[in-house]
T-cell receptor
Framework: DGGITQSPKYLFRKEGQNVTLSCEQNLNHDAMYWYRQDPGQGLRLIYYSQIVNDFQKGDIAEGYSVSREKKESFPLTVTSAQKNPTAFYLC??????????????FGQGTRLTVV | AQKVTQAQTEISVVEKEDVTLDCVYETRDTTYYLFWYKQPPSGELVFLIRRNSFDEQNEISGRYSWNFQKSTSSFNFTITASQVVDSAVYFCALSESRDDKIIFGKGTRLHILP
């Protein structure tokens, strides 16, 4: 089945540790995104990538890093510099084409808890 | 800069009532795209509709309808004869033509009471 896979669904980490969230898509989409969702805050864009080996910061990129070495994969690393990492993280992809003309499709999300 | 405002944080209606979710957007681009998504309790966002800035025709899909008005920068969503299964968080989103960045509003949590 075509879609976006995020793993794991739940993730626990100790404070001060880096953690990487996985996102894979087999939709042959060019663009990929990472959003963070907190209660009452909606979805806030962390990073997005329009093409392999290129990515741009979103509104809340501090404390996060990404890579886009393959078209299918867009992993997100939550570093120890992120002050409040506990949140629900959503990955998405779209056809892209640099025109904003296509909707994004989402994975099931990863709920990260830092203790 | 692009911005999406959903002023209604939470709405509760009784089943079978009609309900309208408001969305107001800001953009400096003349070509842009608007979206609505539904987030059920499972957490995954479900795409509902996309609208282009050059097409102001309103749309109806079953019990759902969308009213796009450029003059007021609004893209409102109406559910007719609401059902309990419509209970979810609904997000409005905006993308400009210059790139693939998609910005979301804070969402409206909709409760349909039996």
């Amino acid at each position: 089945d075509g879609g976006i896979t995020q793993s794991p669904k739940y993730l626990f980490r100790k404070e001060g540790q880096n953690v990487t969230l996985s996102c894979e898509q087999n939709l042959n989409h060019d663009a990929m995104y990472w959003y963070r969702q907190d209660p009452g805050q909606g979805l806030r864009l962390i990073y997005y990538s329009q093409i392999v080996n290129d990515f741009q910061k979103g509104d809340i990129a501090e404390g996060y890093s990404v890579s886009r070495e393959k078209k299918e994969s867009f992993p997100l690393t939550v570093t120890s510099a992120q002050k409040n990492p506990t949140a629900f993280y959503l990955c998405a992809s779209s056809m892209g084409e640099g025109s904003g003309n296509t909707e994004a499709f989402f994975g099931q999300g990863t709920r990260l808890t830092v203790v | 800069a692009q911005k999406v405002t959903q002023a209604q944080t939470e709405i509760s209606v009784v089943e079978k009532e009609d309900v309208t979710l408001d969305c107001v957007y800001e953009t400096r681009d003349t070509t842009y795209y608007l979206f609505w998504y539904k987030q059920p309790p499972s957490g995954e966002l479900v795409f509902l509709i996309r609208r282009n800035s050059f097409d102001e025709q309103n749309e109806i899909s079953g019990r759902y309808s969308w009213n796009f008005q450029k003059s007021t920068s609004s893209f409102n969503f109406t559910i007719t004869a609401s059902q309990v299964v419509d209970s979810a968080v609904y997000f409005c989103a905006l993308s400009e033509s210059r790139d693939d960045k998609i910005i979301f509003g804070k969402g409206t949590r909709l409760h349909i009471l039996p």
